[in-house]
């Protein structure tokens, strides 16, 4: 009973997080609503068993990636933004989107009405879990993910990478 | 198990008493770093107030909540009034997750000496402390001032970079004990080698990462010689420049809990937690470990304070290539040696 309401609340918070992260004006305040719901969908994953999934949301989405928007934001001294009367692609290709987004979920959630819901904690989540299946059934696309992000890494490395600095070495600016 | 009832109301009372010591413990570290930074610099420290200048902390607390609580004009407000408060309630959440004794049993009642004992614990206590840097960040943003800003800034990107060979440090003693759960940690360190050597992990071939842990930790609490934030010889106080009154209590508060809380950190992962000797009768047995923990944290809060006594402050480009070109590699290498010694011992 507890955790069907913690769950609901950090839901509402969570959903409420994202319509405040459009309906802000300053980045900043964006940035912080997305922590927000980030944080909040990490008790949701708590909630359901998935304790190191939680952790590891807060550890890298809340505390190390929003942590480089803020400082992003806070470096480029990013001011509030104005607000426009919206554009028309958005009207033309947004509108029909949720609609047919909204009738997907209608009829997955009809077709699946029979079955029984997950319990809160029944799935396996716990760090043995996760490791035990990341290096057994999903060894493959965990080992090409890891050499997705080195690939991603390398790539942002030779973005930043002025040309001068390439013959002298990082960090030696002259 | 206990009753529903029995557990709220042994929570509450742990949590009360938790940070009662915890608070007390920040201030006296406060006490504690004026007077032997004093004796190093050939002062006396804090002696007016009450022998030794004991009561200074208190007399202190008293200033800071009836000083003026000047707002300056040009700052964002909601941001600048919730800077404080996020950064002391990230600082003092942690606690709830640190252990500092066996489990005792009163009156009937078995209780772990800690606030919660969950099997992710030291997942958690880094999510929190990751949290942690959104209080000094968003205190030099909304500050609206240069000296704040660049104190932010340099906050920010300092401790996300030290996190990392932080939390790298760590996973060599993850590997050694199998478990998130400090108390467990804690657990797999007891007994001796040869009789007299305690089965610490820093003893188990974790010295380097004690040392790499050790070092990033000074730099994620902002302390010297990592003091960048608020170097007050550049910035005038960084983040906190346009703070006063109880919000820059609270700063200040929060820095002396992240100290304390890194402190435990390392006691409990590296140093063997309460372990130690136990002798004399039974109620003596039961508080000895406390002691034995307490002590371990007196020597990390003292070390912190020598070292700020002693050494001078980083370059930032100094600190920035040392967090990712020495503390980084030398961490992995740790990891990947422990990893390769357990894997051949298995």
Known sequence: MIHLTLFLVFGAICVAGAVNLLVQRHPINSALSLIAVLASLAVEYLLLGAEFVAAVQVIVYAGAIMVLFVFTIMLLNAGEEERTRGSRVA??????????????????????????????????GSPENVAWMLFHEFLLPFEVTSVLILIAIMGAVVLAARPEATSTGPGKES | MLSVETFILVSVIKTVIALIVLLTAVAYTVWLERKVVGHIQNRWGPTRVGPFGLLQPLADGVKFLFKEDLTPPHVYK???????????????????????????????????LEITDVNIGLLIILGITSMGVYGVALAGWSSNSKYSLLGGLRASAQMVSYEIALGLSLIGVLIMSGSFSLRQIVDAQGGTFLGFIPRWNIFQGQIFAFFIYLIAAFAETNRVPFDLPEAETELVAGYHTEYSAMKFAMFFMAEYANMITVACLASLL?????????????????????????????????????????????RYDQLMAFGWKVLLPLAIANLVITGFIVALKS
Request: hydrophobic letters at 60%.
């Open chain 1, 91 to 124: 009207m033309v290709i947004g509108i029909p989107s949720l609609l047919i987004g909204g009738v997907l979920l209608a009829w997955v959630l009809v077709r699946h009405s029979g079955t029984e819901a997950v319990l809160a904690g029944a799935l396996p």
């Open chain 2, 78 to 112: 909601p941001l600048y009034i919730a800077a404080p408060m996020l950064s002391l309630i990230f600082a003092l959440t942690s606690i709830a997750l640190i252990p500092v004794g066996n489990v005792v049993s009163v009156g009937g009642i078995r209780t772990p």
């Open chain 2, 270 to 314: 590296f140093l063997g937690g309460w372990h130690g000797p136990l002798f004399g009768p039974p109620l003596l047995q039961a508080i000895l470990p406390v002691i034995w923990f307490a002590a371990r944290i007196f020597v990390f809060l003292f070390l912190y304070i020598w070292i700020r006594g002693t050494l001078p402050r980083f």
